[in-house]
């Protein structure tokens, strides 16, 4: 029970990680303004940004070849969320000057965070090997290597960043998945603790929170939601959290009450909704876990587990046909579930075996009498 559940856990970690954010690392997302009244700016507002960004493109119009206005653009465009420009303006930055140290760690830090690892790795072990040792080159070869498969090698430049700013949020967090793909647990639980007392990730948190409740350590989950969770500001995720919580420890009443009183603030929510159908099912309320299973396939209908939780509500209740009707929806969505193939078989067995009953009862009541006639 353990193993299968801390395996389904590395699986959702693993398929769900994104790329850390490590851009603001490598140079300060702050652009240096050409107008006094832009040098610092308080707060982000995007009309001020847009307006600069005019400003520059029309610097480019006047002198094609400075390599500095590219990178103020690169600069502003990222700040205003256009990657494709910032990507393009860094590209002809670096063409232009290819020996600037500093144009090139915010180039690198860039390709990676749009997704281009192979590129960003390539130009890291350039520095790297140009006897660049800074946190910034370290930390992106840490997190390229790694999403590139190659542990050993993220492990070593994670050890080096680490050396350098022993309590990095990122380069903690990163540890907890290198220690956790090799299984060591507790390894992932103590990166990931010094990660969050760094300073607290939502990410993180709930990496670590989902490890607790796959090894099925109330005690620990308890501890982690005393010490941490004051930070997390989503009230259905609260509400989320105490109910995976209440489930763990048997209380199946109360994990439902915390999901309903929820989903009456947002019935749009469909992990609400998985868990709610997913909760009644295991508390025999069939009829409920059926509703909330229909609300959920309404709005996202490639949801494979709406449709196994109504098919067994269905089958729970005897209806074997609409079972199997909604066994086969869930393998039009996942062919190769061979659970889902062993269970729609299960029910089709159980389907034939009533009709054959059904048969035979009917063939006794309608058989001729027969009499034995007196000598």
Same mark, same amino acid.
């Given at each position: 029970?353990?193993? !299968? ?53 029309? !610097? ?67 520095? #790297? ?9 370290l930390s992106i070869l840490a997190q390229g290597k790694f999403e590139q498969g190659e542990d050993s090698a993220a492990f070593e430049y994670v050890g080096q960043a680490l050396a ?100 009456? !603030? ?19 309320? #069939?009829?409920?876990?059926? #509703?909330y299973a229909q609300k959920g396939i309404a709005i996202d209908s490639t949801q494979v587990d709406f449709f196994v939780i109504e098919a067994k509500s269905y089958e729970s209740k ?58």
């Amino acid at each position: 029970m353990k193993t !299968k559940s801390l395996h389904k856990f590395k699986s959702r970690v693993f398929s769900s990680l994104m790329i850390l954010v490590l851009f603001c690392a490598f140079a300060s997302c702050q652009p240096e303004f050409g107008r006094e009244k832009m040098k610092s700016p308080p707060v982000f507002d995007r009309e001020y940004y847009q307006e600069y960004l005019e400003e520059l493109n029309g !610097k480019i119009i006047r002198n094609t070849q400075d390599p500095r206005i590219y990178f103020q653009k690169a600069k502003v465009s990222m700040l205003l969320g256009d990657s494709i420009a910032a990507l393009r303006a860094m590209d002809k930055a670096v063409e232009l000057d290819s020996a600037s140290l500093e144009m090139k760690q915010f180039y690198t830090g860039m390709l990676l965070r749009v997704g281009d690892v192979g590129k960003a790795v390539q130009y890291a072990e350039d520095l #790297y090997e140009s006897g660049d040792r800074s946190f910034s080159v370290l930390s992106i070869l840490a997190q390229g290597k790694f999403e590139q498969g190659e542990d050993s090698a993220a492990f070593e430049y994670v050890g080096q960043a680490l050396a350098l700013r022993n309590e990095s949020p990122n380069m903690l967090s990163l540890l907890g998945y290198l220690d956790l793909r090799k299984s060591d647990t507790l390894g992932a639980e103590q990166a990931w603790q010094r990660s969050l007392r760094s300073q607290f990730d939502d990410q993180i948190y709930h990496s670590l929170f989902d490890l607790y409740l796959s090894e099925q350590d109330s005690s620990k989950v308890m501890s982690l939601k005393n010490e941490f969770e004051g930070n997390v500001t989503d009230s259905i995720q609260k509400a989320i959290d105490d109910a995976l919580y209440y489930q763990l420890i048997g209380k199946n009443k109360e994990a439902l009450g915390a999901l309903q009183s929820q989903y009456e !603030k947002d019935t749009s929510n469909i992990r609400l909704l998985k868990l709610l159908s997913d909760g009644y099912l295991s508390l025999n309320f #069939y009829d409920s876990a059926i #509703y909330y299973a229909q609300k959920g396939i309404a709005i996202d209908s490639t949801q494979v587990d709406f449709f196994v939780i109504e098919a067994k509500s269905y089958e729970s209740k005897f209806w074997y046909t609409s079972a199997i009707e909604f066994y086969q929806k869930a393998l039009n969505l996942s062919p190769a579930d061979s659970a889902l193939i062993r269970d729609m078989d299960n029910v089709r067995r159980k389907r034939e075996f009533v009709r054959r009953k059904k048969e035979l009862e009917s063939k006794e009541e309608v058989a001729p009498i027969k009499h034995i006639n007196s000598l």
